[in-house]
């Protein structure tokens, strides 16, 4: 595993009395692909924007590479940065919005073209050069966005909500692209959502934010199977969080010591109401009466929502045709394998 490559140090950010900042520390490999995610208003923007040179620091060291460049002009950090708005010079073409940055950095005609060319390539928009960014789909302006942003070969990609503003079909399509360009060129990058799944699909690691600190960070497996706290859990998704109450009418009484448990939607399994003992393989499972109160189809996945010894559960289960459905009375048992019940930490401990 190479050193950090860039390195965050307790990063201070107050704006009046609110602090919007409160001593982040991260360090980012080179190449990596890093998310901020996190409710509105956690800090993302600020820390990306101090980052960029837009906010000034109250305290702390941001390295890239050896050089603290905290304190420096945002001309002179070799950070590029993409906006949720496209941000893009509406008078000027698709080639000269790329062209851009090279111009006012002095380079010379030969040099522009060349380099505009290999971006105009690599964000597939070499037939709207000449278009306007009012004449473009909002994928295109931000693919337009992006290319500016990559011409003056910055050291790190600074992303802050660049899909937001697309619609779903094309957020997911150009989360990819981006994923495969920055990929491609091993860029390291700081992308901010507070959109879970797009997290989870790009991301080399995922930082979860809640008021002004990163409260858990890991690889997307890592914190989907093992949110620390409740917040990382109702943040990663549908996960159950149960009380210590919850969890022993559910569990019984070895579930350990905590006050707030876990448990995955996929992790439970629906039997019959009429079914009797388990199968073999099926031993060490809990089982317990319950009721469906409603299904959701979201796709692949039949999203059940139960009541159990008082206790409302989010069950996922594969939508294969063989999927338990409802049979009217919406009796059902519940199959609860007790390894599956995840522990959570208090927040902040
Ligand atoms: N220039 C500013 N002056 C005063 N307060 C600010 C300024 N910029 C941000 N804030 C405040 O700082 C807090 C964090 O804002 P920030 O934009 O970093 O959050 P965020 O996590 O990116 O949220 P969102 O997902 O809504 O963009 C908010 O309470 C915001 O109102």
Do not use: W
Not at 29 to 34: A, N
Not at 39 to 44: A, E, L
Not at 156 to 183: G, H, N, W, Y
């Amino acid at each position: 595993m190479s050193a950090s490559y860039l390195e965050l140090k307790g990063i201070r950010k107050t704006f009046g009395d609110t602090t919007v900042l409160n001593d982040v520390d991260l360090s980012i490999r080179e190449g990596e692909l890093i998310t901020l995610l996190g409710p509105s208003g956690c800090g993302k923007s600020t820390l990306l924007r101090c980052i960029a040179g837009l906010t000034e620091l109250d305290e702390g060291r941001i390295l890239l590479g050896h050089t603290d460049i905290g304190r420096l002009p945002p001309r002179q950090r070799e950070v590029g940065m993409v906006f949720q708005s496209y941000a893009l010079f509406p008078n000027l073409t698709v080639y000269e919005n790329i062209e851009y940055g090279l111009k006012m950095r002095g380079e010379g005609k030969a040099a522009r073209k060349s380099r505009c060319e290999e971006l105009l390539a690599l964000v597939d928009l070499e037939e709207k050069r000449n278009s306007y960014p009012q004449q473009l789909s909002g994928g295109q302006q931000q693919r337009v966005a992006l290319a500016r942003s990559l011409a003056v070969q910055p050291k790190v990609l600074l992303l802050d909500e660049p899909l937001s503003a697309l619609d779903a079909k094309i957020r997911k399509s150009l989360r990819t692209e981006i994923r495969d360009i920055q990929r491609r060129l091993k860029m390291t990058t700081i992308f901010v959502t507070h959109d879970q799944e797009e997290a989870l699909t790009v991301s080399d690691r995922i930082c979860i934010m809640n008021h002004g600190n990163i409260v858990q960070d890991g690889t997307p497996e890592a914190l989907y199977t093992k949110p620390r706290t409740e917040f990382v859990a109702r943040f990663m998704g549908s996960y159950n969080v149960l009380s210590r109450g919850e969890a022993l009418r559910l569990f019984g009484d070895e579930i350990g010591f905590s006050d707030s448990y876990a448990l995955r939607p996929e992790s439970v399994r629906l039997l019959p109401a009429s079914q009797g003992a388990l199968a073999e393989g099926e031993r060490g499972y809990r089982t317990v009466e319950g009721k469906i109160e409603s299904i959701s189809v979201l796709g692949n996945i039949l999203r059940y929502f139960v009541i159990a010894a008082d206790v409302r559960l989010t069950i996922d289960l594969l939508n294969d045709g063989r999927s338990l459905r409802e049979d009217g009375s919406g009796g059902v048992r519940l199959a609860l394998d007790p390894s599956q019940l995840l522990v959570l930490e208090k927040e902040g401990a």
